[in-house]
């Protein structure tokens, strides 16, 4: 199983919300990373968890709350978004060291839309 | 601060030719460099990798080459299919911190 599943794939919700996004692996990796695309842009870096501890944070607005339960499993909370945090939230996973590879593997995403 | 560019964000290739994409980055700490693609309302999938330790890695049609001393790099796809038409990122990883940066991108389309 080389997949990283992202729920759901897509999200509507009011900046009054509180809802969460889901994101999970099989593949035994110990590192797993959220990171947020608006359109034609790169894919940035907002969190990385390593032996399911948070890592880096990368200065998200605390609206942002991540949340790795156990090693498969990692959340992000979101409550009191703004319209402008619209975009593609994308999952990895990848293993803790870099292989010869350095390879990470992503979801599928979950686009959001705040309304 | 952009540490990885990709300063073309188009190219046009006709089938069977050759797609060249470019890279450049400004930290040398970076340990390796990826290539991924996405397609549109998809995550990211990796193509081909390199270590700062070597020069050339080929996979199939993919070889990334890499110029530490000009702090560059490129991937070549030979032959160019229309299926490689999507957006290519190049990427540099740190190993400390699992941290991976992404370029700007550059879209392919490669014509039938």
């Known amino acids: 199983d080389t997949e990283v599943t992202q729920t759901p794939k897509h999200l509507v919700m009011g900046m009054t919300n509180k809802k969460s996004l889901k994101c999970e692996q099989h593949m035994g990796h110990r590192a797993m990373y959220w990171y947020k695309q608006k359109a034609k842009k790169p894919p940035e870096l907002m969190f990385v968890?390593?032996?399911?501890?948070?890592?880096i944070n990368e200065s998200v607005p605390s609206r942002f709350s991540p949340e790795c339960p156990n090693s498969s499993l990692l959340n992000l909370h979101l409550h009191a978004l703004q319209p402008e945090d619209s975009a593609l939230y994308l999952c990895a996973s990848s293993q803790i060291l870099a292989s010869n590879t350095g390879e990470l593997f992503f979801g599928e995403g979950s686009r959001l839309t705040v309304l | 601060d952009q540490q990885v560019k990709q300063n073309s964000p188009s190219l046009s290739v006709q089938e069977g030719r050759i797609s060249i994409l470019n890279c450049d980055y400004t930290n040398s700490m970076f340990d390796y460099f990826l290539w991924y693609k996405k397609y549109p309302a998809e995550g990211p999938t990796f193509l081909i990798s390199?270590?700062?330790?070597?020069d050339k890695n080929e996979d199939g049609r993919f070889t990334v080459f890499l110029n530490k001393s000009a702090k560059h790099l490129s991937l070549h796809i030979v032959p160019s299919q229309p299926g490689d038409s999507a957006v290519y990122f190049c990427?540099?990883?740190?190993?400390?911190?699992?941290?991976?940066?992404f370029g700007g991108g550059t879209r392919v389309l490669v014509k039938p």
């Open positions: 968890y390593s032996y399911e501890k948070l890592s």
């Open positions: 390199i270590s700062s330790i070597k």
């Open positions: 990427a540099a990883l740190r190993a400390a911190g699992n941290k991976l940066t």
